[in-house]
Structure formats: C-alpha cells, structure tokens
C-alpha cells in the first residue's frame, strides 16, 4: 500500500534551518510528482512546493521562494524540503503528498501523516 | 493567484440530511477542481476530482458538481463519520495551486 514518512519536523528558532523528509513506499515513486503542502496550527491547507518526476520543474509559493528548496532522490525513494531562514509563520504542520495526475494540474491522492514544525525564540 | 471561497464556513446537520458545501473561484477554472476531506488530526483525504469524479473508496453518498466558477460538494444523506473539515483545492492556475478556507461540518 502507498506510504508516506514525512520526519525531520521541530523546535527551531527564526532564522533558523531544518530539512523534512518524506519517504515513500508502495509505488513507483519515480514515476509521479510531488508536493509540500502545509497546515499552520487551526488554519487551513497553504500548498508549499512542487517537483516534477526528474526534479527540472519545481515551482514555490511566494511565501516561501527564496527561503526553501525542494528536491527529491528517486534512488531512495525521498522527497525533502530544506528550510532557511525560518520565520514565526512557518509554524505548521508540514504534509509530503503524491500528485495522482502528473500534468501540472496536481489532485493530491495520498498524504503523509505530517510532521509539525514550530519556529520560536 | 485564484482565490476560492467556500460557504458556509461551519454548518450543522443532522444524520441522514443532505449537505451542500459551495466553493467559487475569483476567476474560471474549468472543471480543475478538488474536494478533500480533513478528519481531526488527520491529513487529508481526496474525496472528489476534476469536479465531478467520486475518487476510488470514496462513498457514494458523497457527489460534486460544477464548472467555471461554481462548484458543490453534496452528501446525500450525512453520517456520524463525516464529521470533517472539507476543503475544495483549485489546479487551474499552476503553480500557484491555492484551496479554499474550508467548511467545518459538525453534527447536530
């Protein structure tokens, strides 16, 4: 069955780095795209970032260009978010999910559990 | 960006009452449309795509309609298990992929 990880989420102060982790399992992980997609405490859902089968499209949210990078391992079967320069609006749980399409018209189909980061003094 | 609006922001039903959920887009985004439903502590879970598909699992009490601008999310006849937050998800403007705020669906 397909399984996403997502691991790497924490305690952080503003300016700070951290990188999330999603592993995948149960499918052929190479073969679709992917997102970052993130839930601040008792908001709704913010899509993040996306990345194509090979990694050359990627494409952010305004609110975090420039401060995060997406990128993937399709060798490890792994998707990663590294986050700079982390702000207090970061906080959020933070979900890794699969693009069932695959033509830039993304339907998420399968979502990781999260992991929660929390940016703070 | 695209901004969808969904309404009514909560509601509550009783079991067994059919339950509309509307969301509209500022600008048209053809049938790119998805419906997710989001358990308490839960991540989400696609319901409904391209505006009209029920996804693989998906009950059938639960239905979508819609083009252009306006879009419903219907369940015909509510159970205790659908108590959710339900969020509609535009994938027209890519990449600026955008959801709407969301609808907290209680039971009365």
């Given at each position: 069955q397909v399984q996403l990880v997502e691991s790497g989420g924490g305690l952080v102060k503003p300016g700070g780095t951290l990188r999330l982790s999603c592993a995948a399992s149960g499918f052929t992980f190479s073969d679709y795209y992917m997102s970052w997609i993130r839930q601040a405490p008792g908001k709704g859902l913010e899509w993040v970032s996306y990345i194509t089968t090979s990694g050359n499209t990627i494409y952010y949210a305004d609110s975090v260009k420039g401060r995060f990078t997406i990128s993937r391992d399709n060798a490890k079967n792994s998707l990663y978010l590294q986050m700079n320069s982390?702000?207090?609006?970061?906080t959020a749980v933070y979900y890794c999910a699969r693009d069932a399409v695959g033509e830039l018209r993304p339907t998420f189909d399968y979502w990781g559990q999260g992991t929660l980061v929390t940016v703070s003094s | 960006d695209i901004q969808m609006t969904q309404s009514p922001s909560s509601l509550s039903a009783s079991i067994g009452d059919r339950v509309t959920i509307s969301c509209r887009a500022s600008q048209t985004i053809s049938t790119y449309l998805n419906w997710y439903q989001q358990k308490p502590g839960k991540a989400p879970k696609v319901?409904?795509?391209?505006?009209?598909n029920l996804q693989s699992g998906v009950p059938s009490r639960f239905s979508g309609s819609g083009s252009g601008t306006d879009f419903t999310l219907t369940i015909s006849s509510l159970q205790a298990e659908d108590v959710a937050t339900y969020y509609c998800q535009q994938s027209y403007s890519t990449p600026s992929i955008t959801f709407g705020q969301g609808t907290r669906l209680e039971i009365k």
């Open positions: 982390l702000r207090g609006e970061d | 319901l409904i795509y391209a505006a009209v």
